[in-house]
């Protein structure tokens, strides 16, 4: 009799490959699709069944009655006295190598040195847990200084990401067992060994089931051969998490690369414009030896599994790092708005350069809001995947926009200059809609992830009716048709009915001001209408949908924006700043009107481009304390 336990033999269809073989997709883009929903099923069985997907704020916001505005508010972190030292320090050792000219190398890199300062001050150990040496900061707190950090260094704030989130850190401290943990989390934590995550490869990029790279037991190591590409903070004699084949499944092996290059291991090098600060290289394993002892063995799922948990940790800081981008670009286009006269003028009296700071102080706000609020799911046990996804898209969106469209367009042709922000740094302010996941991918993962319950509970019935009766496109006039789906479609029709019949549940708002009050109960009830749009949707395309990318992809959008409203709102709503409320709400009448289709009010005009004229004044307080550029090409204004 075999004594194998149900999780090791076939296990039940995943619900998107059962969708896509009805749908009449071949075996193999089935069972790939399969393997990813099945890997992201085993990370929802991670959590306790309140903190997963279909409970989580933006799930249940749209297919609930009633939204649960509470699940939508942030508050602001308690920060313990010595994580609030580490954080103080370690800014402080950035500002003085900045200031002394030491924060970047001969080849423009962040020198050991640097990396070493940060780690005697406590930097790298802020994620790793006490009894480690860390601090185990909680990503409440986390989370707003990598902001605060970005502003002077994005460079700096993104490899506390890498190495904390996306590296080695998450997964030995979530999957590894106790002697994996005492064996790597001293040396991470402080960052003797600073790490990264090897995931990606030439041929797996959002396709992970293309992975190629394997691990062979040999007696107590496991033998690897492959190539890993695009890994951020690698060099010899770093800690890698390696995602690699054993036995045909994605496993994690947690990997001391040698201090040099030998004939089993080599990077493989090549010219990269955005991430220049850092090192970013491929990984070439020829033979190399890894310890048995070495290889993460979750108690449910496997490699995928450890890959996607850390991942949404990694979005948070993503989106949390622009803000601080965009603070920077902010603080460069003051001063050039007062200096830059024309026509008699400094052109940050003129309305189009107003509305940009405006807008710019609007989008800092809603980086702000979604880091806040997704810190705090995290810390409250929630997966957060729906939430994470949309601080990515819009973190990674928003600073590629306001680059191009508000810093670049103000500064005019000295944005081209060497030595100018957006000129150094363009490539690094557009890489983020790629890395941590494409925007638009990430985009159809949310909407899937919205839709797999509803999709589970009401349409694989009737599909798997339909496919028995070898029906492919069902018509319900036809007797033969109606009688496949007798029963099966019964549910879907009360639910149906419920929906059209109901009116919208009232949302309860916390006491706020009357403008961002009418946001947030745009953003509550125009939620509650998108459950039966998308469900028209589902049942208009059935087992096509798959193939809608577009339509999935603009259902999505819509979604993600109507929950930043909501988030915006009660964000700004708690803020005693002014000038953080009134940008608040002039993101969110911007995200209405794109919702809507409307143009914009004078009145909005006019509040905007007042917003922008305080911005040039100095109002915006959290840009106080950065070091605005030098003006490039200046000019004598009394000639």
């Not at 940008?583 to 007042?610: F, H, M, W």
Request: proline share 4%.
């Amino acid at each position: 009799m075999s004594t194998k336990t149900p999780t090791e033999n076939e296990q039940e269809t995943s619900f998107a490959e059962m969708a896509l073989k009805l749908g009449g997709k071949s075996d193999d883009e089935a069972r790939r699709t399969g393997a990813i929903d099945t890997a992201d099923d085993q990370v929802e069985a991670l959590f306790a069944p309140q903190y997963q997907t279909v409970n989580s704020p933006a799930h249940t916001a749209v297919w609930d009655r009633g939204v649960k505005v509470d699940l939508f508010q942030s508050a602001d972190p308690v920060v313990d006295d010595d994580i609030q030292k580490v954080m103080d320090a370690s800014i402080e050792v950035v500002k003085k190598h900045r200031a002394a000219g030491t924060l970047l190398d001969e080849d423009r890199k962040i020198p050991d040195q640097v990396l070493s300062d940060l780690g005697e001050c406590g930097y790298w150990g802020l994620l790793v847990d006490r009894e480690y040496g860390g601090l185990r900061a909680p990503f409440s707190v986390f989370a707003p200084f990598l902001t605060r950090m970005a502003s002077v260094d994005p460079t700096i704030a993104g490899l506390a990401s890498v190495h904390g989130c996306i590296g080695a850190v998450d997964p030995v401290r979530t999957f590894g067992n106790a002697d994996q943990k005492q064996r790597f989390l001293p040396d991470l934590g402080t960052g003797a060994r600073l790490s990264a995550f090897a995931l990606t490869e030439p041929c797996a990029g959002s396709d992970l089931t293309q992975l190629r790279t394997r691990a062979v037991l040999d007696g107590d190591t496991y033998v690897v051969n492959g190539e890993k590409l695009f890994i951020t903070n690698v060099v010899p004699g770093r800690t890698i998490g390696l995602v690699c084949l054993v036995e045909d499944k994605p496993a994690v092996l947690i990997v001391d690369l040698p201090k040099e290059e030998n004939s089993n291991f080599s990077l493989k090098k090549y010219g990269l414009w955005a991430l220049k600060h850092t090192y970013n290289q491929g990984i070439v394993f020829n033979d190399f030896r890894v310890p048995a002892e070495n290889l993460l063995t979750p108690a449910r799922g496997d490699g995928l599994t450890i890959a996607y948990h850390g991942l949404n940790l990694g979005r948070i800081a993503l989106c949390a790092n622009a803000a601080g981008t965009m603070r920077t670009m902010m603080a460069s286009m003051i001063p050039w708005a007062n200096f830059r006269v024309t026509y008699g003028a400094a052109i940050g009296k003129r309305e189009l350069v107003q509305r940009r700071l405006g807008q710019m102080a609007g989008l800092i706000t809603a980086c702000d809001a979604l880091t806040a609020w997704c810190s705090n799911l995290i810390d409250g046990g929630y997966r957060g995947e729906m939430e994470c996804v949309i601080a990515k898209v819009f973190g990674s969106e928003v600073q590629k926009h306001a680059a191009i469209e508000l810093c670049m367009k103000t500064h005019g042709g000295r944005a081209f200059l060497h030595g100018h922000l957006l000129g150094d740094n363009v490539h690094e302010f557009l890489a983020p809609c790629i890395y941590e996941g494409e925007g638009e991918m990430l985009g159809m993962a949310f909407f899937k992830s919205l839709v797999k319950d509803h999709g589970k509970t009401y349409f694989e019935p009737v599909g798997k009716a339909l496919a028995a009766a070898g029906i492919k496109k069902p018509n319900p006039l036809n007797p033969a048709h109606a009688w496949a789906l007798k029963g099966v479609v019964v549910p879907y029709l009360k639910w149906l009915a419920a929906q059209k019949l109901m009116p919208i549940a009232k949302s309860e708002l916390p006491n706020m001001p009357s403008e961002l009050a009418r946001h947030a109960e745009f953003a509550c009830n125009s939620l509650q209408r998108m459950a039966l749009e998308i469900s028209d949707t589902m049942g208009k395309f059935q087992l096509a949908l798959a193939d809608r990318q577009c339509r999935m992809a603009e259902l999505s959008g819509r979604c993600q924006d109507l929950i930043t409203i909501l988030c915006t709102s009660l964000y700004g709503a708690r803020q005693s700043d002014e000038i953080v409320r009134t940008s608040a709400d002039v993101l969110c009448q911007e995200l209405i009107q794109k919702y809507t289709g409307t143009r914009p009010s004078n009145r909005y005009y006019r509040q905007i481009t007042e917003l922008g004229g305080a911005i040039a004044n100095g109002s915006f307080k959290s840009i106080s304390e950065i070091n605005p550029e030098e003006i490039l090409m200046g000019y004598d204004l009394e000639e």
